[in-house]
């Protein structure tokens, strides 16, 4: 059994000094070495380390260099391949290795932790295991995070469907799983995004300069809807649709709406079938970074997404 270990820091790979959290090279082994002492060596490591930070820092440079990692390995004769990870930003990196891998024919998995290692309150370690004998058992193909939100039972979610970390715990949660028969394979993103999201609240200001904007993504209120009664919103998203900049709208579940719903494609909104916030801004990211069809890029399931 062969696995890759790709480890590029975050809480999983972190000390506590003087009361604040610091990624540590030598600490970011401890999962893989932690694992190979408790288990005979029974799985031969292969490790990568292409940087360290956390994962409120990652950038374009990251992403870019874990999809380069990950596509140049799957071809090669790993029974799978684990990448520990910042829990922040865990869920836009499995989006981004979704869209470049998600129909691999190996189990890439994404691994973090809610504390550093040595805390004992950490699931580093139980995440980390859990991938592990994923990888063993043959559980799956394709790209997923393992995380154990109880520190005993890990579950496995898509890469392209997790759903943002909530404001009240740690745990990790996603939208059901679906069939990924596709990917997009290598690509690099630029620096910058070129996607503005917006969050709505009420009393919202809407007076944005849309210079340089490409995309923009509104994140509704739970049930989906936006106060599209506001007319500085209508006026916002009309200049947007001026300067043929596309406005579509995420979370909008299926079923029975509110009658607010209907007035969308009236103001020009485009509501994306229900998907997570995480993958539609990767999404558009890659859209911007590459030579393609934008809005139907968008409206097309790629990899899982839809």
């Avoid at 990568?48 to 820092?57: A, C, D, G, I, L």
């Avoid at 690099?188 to 969050?199: D, G, H, M, R, Y």
Wanted: charged share 20%.
């Amino acid at each position: 059994m062969k696995i890759l270990a790709i480890l590029t820091g975050g809480t999983i790979g972190s000390v506590i000094h003087d009361g604040y959290i610091y990624t540590d090279d030598n600490a970011k082994k401890l999962v893989v070495n932690n694992y190979l002492e408790k288990n005979n060596n029974d799985v031969e490591f292969q490790i990568v380390e292409p940087f360290t930070v956390h994962s409120e820092y990652l950038s374009h440079t990251e992403i870019n260099a874990l999809v380069d990692i990950v596509c140049d390995s799957i071809s090669k004769d790993y029974d799978g391949i684990i990448v520990t990870h910042g829990t922040d930003s865990l869920q836009f990196t499995a989006s981004a290795l979704s869209y470049a891998v998600g129909n691999c024919n190996i189990p890439v998995l994404l691994v973090s932790a809610q504390y550093p290692m040595a805390d004992f309150r950490s699931n580093g370690q139980i995440n980390f295991n859990g991938a592990v004998d994923f990888i063993k058992n043959k559980n799956g193909t394709g790209v997923y995070v393992a995380y154990s939100n109880d520190n005993e039972n890990v579950e496995f979610h898509q890469g392209n469907r997790v759903i943002m970390f909530n404001e009240a715990d740690d745990k990790v949660y996603s939208l059901p799983p679906v069939c990924v028969n596709s990917a997009l394979g290598k690509y690099q993103l630029k620096e910058n995004s070129e996607t503005l999201v917006i969050t709505v609240s009420p009393g919202a200001v809407y007076n944005y300069d849309l210079d340089g904007i490409k995309a923009i993504i509104l994140r509704p209120y739970h049930s989906g809807t936006v106060n599209i009664k506001s007319q500085e919103f209508l006026n916002f998203v009309s200049e947007a649709k001026q300067k043929n900049i596309p406005v579509y709208l995420v979370n909008l579940k299926k079923g029975i709406n509110y009658e607010s719903v209907k007035k969308y494609e009236d103001a020009g909104i485009d509501a994306l079938p229900f998907c997570s916030f995480a993958s539609i801004y990767m999404k558009a990211w890659i859209g911007n970074s590459t030579e393609c069809d934008f809005d139907e890029f968008m409206k097309t399931s790629i990899a899982g997404e839809f």
